[in-house]
């Protein structure tokens, strides 16, 4: 199977789900605006985002490799093995989230600068997430148990279903207030669970009587560097958040909002390209072909490298476009624009060191290189949390996003290096991939003294012409590959 390919026929599915998902944050903007209690809001959800990202990744290096061998040898416990684990994972993340919300009215005063009212609604708000924080680790089992079904299409539309009644909940339940937001996390959760089962009835696998079996949790047990590494590297997205809370009020919110913005073109590929390649390479790894895996991981950073420089040159060539279009609505304040957009340009670099990151961790692990991924993640956390406290007195918001950018090219690289068997070379990549990569960041630097605020300004379209050339031209090199 061709991984890019494949992955290519997802991206369209993965577009509306994601866009319905970015719909989510849009209107939080709209309706709330920037203001204290959505940065209340956003820090309490900072927990859950970093128990979503390491359930994900954590459920899926655990559990993809083993309902993948299930599925070929013992295909009749799989419903059981699935319930099982979407259970135990749920409780784990539940004890997790509780854990913190006792610990937080004692935290906030260490971590935060933010005042009485909105430390109280901060705490508040993470009680009213614990329901949430069950569900998403629930969430990811049961979607990695989709995904080693071959069920990728229907899976990658659960966002719809979650954004859909998240939507619907905030409005029903506007007037009670900011508690409306964390009220429609939980429903829209909820949802998309009902939906991912749905999935997997449709797949022919029915849930049953959850089973825990023993192999699963020595599996859990032998990767565990992994899941610390998985964990540090999650953790970023809190300390990102605790640092923001000792800038000047709003900053969280907006930092959440640059954020959203730069995970669109992330979470496209990755919900598309890192699913696909995943499950071919643990499937490969299944079947004992070494050959076809390491293929496999050349032709996904491939795809990377052709398809992703342009798109990123010209989000940070319209950082100002981008944010105005998607936030700058009702009650979002027009002098958070300017330092959102800043923000969201500079994370752009490490949206691509984290895409090929993401790849290069997931090689590692089917590899078996466990405890490399356990100091990568240790590496990736210390070094941000350095970062942070060196750049954002001084940059703001900026320096939040630059740290994680650095820090993430970094990673990144001494992944890409380390990639190999004793005796075995990285995987190489093609010169046409690399000229891409180039050409785009040539772009990128020659427009940065010019400020492109409105979508009709001549300059935007002349750059955007080049780049979407380019753009063609390598989709077209990619369609082309092996």
Not at 51 to 60: E, I
Not at 97 to 102: E, H, S, W
Not at 416 to 442: C, H, I, K, Q, T
Request: hydrophobic share 60%; charged share 10%.
């Amino acid at each position: 199977m061709s991984v890019g390919r494949t992955a290519l026929w997802l991206v369209p599915l993965a577009l509306l789900a994601r866009g319905a998902g970015f719909v989510v944050p849009l209107v939080i903007a709209g309706w709330y605006g920037v203001r204290p209690e959505t940065d209340a809001f956003f820090f309490a959800l900072s927990v859950p985002s970093f128990l979503l990202v390491l359930a994900s990744n954590a459920m899926g290096t655990v559990a993809v490799p083993h309902l993948a061998l299930l599925k070929y040898r013992e295909p009749h416990r799989l419903p059981g093995v699935i319930a099982g684990s979407a259970g135990m994972a749920a409780l784990v993340s539940l004890a997790t989230g509780a854990c913190f919300a006792l610990a937080l009215p004692l935290l906030l005063p260490v971590l935060s600068s933010f005042d009485a009212p909105t430390a109280a609604l901060a705490v508040r708000d993470t009680w009213l997430l614990l329901p949430f924080v069950g569900l998403v680790a629930a969430l990811a089992v049961v979607r990695a148990a989709c995904e080693v079904s071959g069920a990728f299409k229907l899976a990658s539309l659960s966002p719809v279903a979650r954004a859909t009644a998240n939507l619907l909940t905030v409005a029903a339940t506007f007037g009670l207030g900011s508690d409306a937001l964390p009220l429609g996390m939980v429903v829209g959760a909820m949802a998309e669970f009902v939906w991912l089962a749905g999935v997997l009835r449709h797949a022919g696998v029915r849930l049953v009587a959850p089973v825990w079996p023993e192999e699963l949790g020595s599996a859990a047990r032998a990767v565990g560097p992994v899941l610390v590494g998985e964990a540090m590297v999650a953790l970023n997205l809190v300390v990102d958040k605790g640092f923001a809370t000792a800038l000047p009020s709003g900053s969280v919110t907006l930092l959440e909002y640059a954020d959203r913005a730069r995970v669109i073109p992330q979470s496209l590929l990755e919900s598309s390209l890192l699913v696909v390649a995943f499950n071919t390479w643990a499937a490969a790894r299944a079947r004992g072909d070494h050959q076809e895996q390491r293929e496999g991981v050349a032709q996904a950073l491939r795809w990377v490298f052709l398809l992703a420089p342009p798109m990123l040159a010209g989000m940070v060539i319209g950082r100002e476009v981008i944010v105005t279009m998607l936030f700058a609505h009702g009650a979002f304040p027009p002098s958070g624009i300017r330092p959102c957009a800043d923000a969201l340009g500079a994370s752009v670099p490490g949206i691509f060191a984290s895409l090929v990151g993401a790849l290069l961790v997931k090689a590692h692990i089917v590899d078996g290189r466990y405890r490399l991924v356990l100091a990568l993640g240790a590496g990736s956390m210390l070094t941000n949390a350095a970062l942070n406290f060196v750049l954002a007195p001084s940059l703001q918001l900026v320096g939040l996003a630059l740290s994680t950018s650095i820090t993430t090219a970094a990673v990144s690289l001494v992944s890409w290096f380390l990639l190999r068997s004793p005796g075995e070379r990285p995987p190489r990549l093609a010169y046409d991939g690399l000229a891409v990569l180039l050409l785009s960041a040539v772009a990128t630097f020659a427009a940065l003294p010019m400020r492109i605020v409105t979508i009709t300004d001549p300059r935007l379209w002349a750059c955007a012409v080049p780049l979407t050339l380019l753009l063609a031209v390598g989709a077209r090199l990619a369609r082309k590959a092996p």
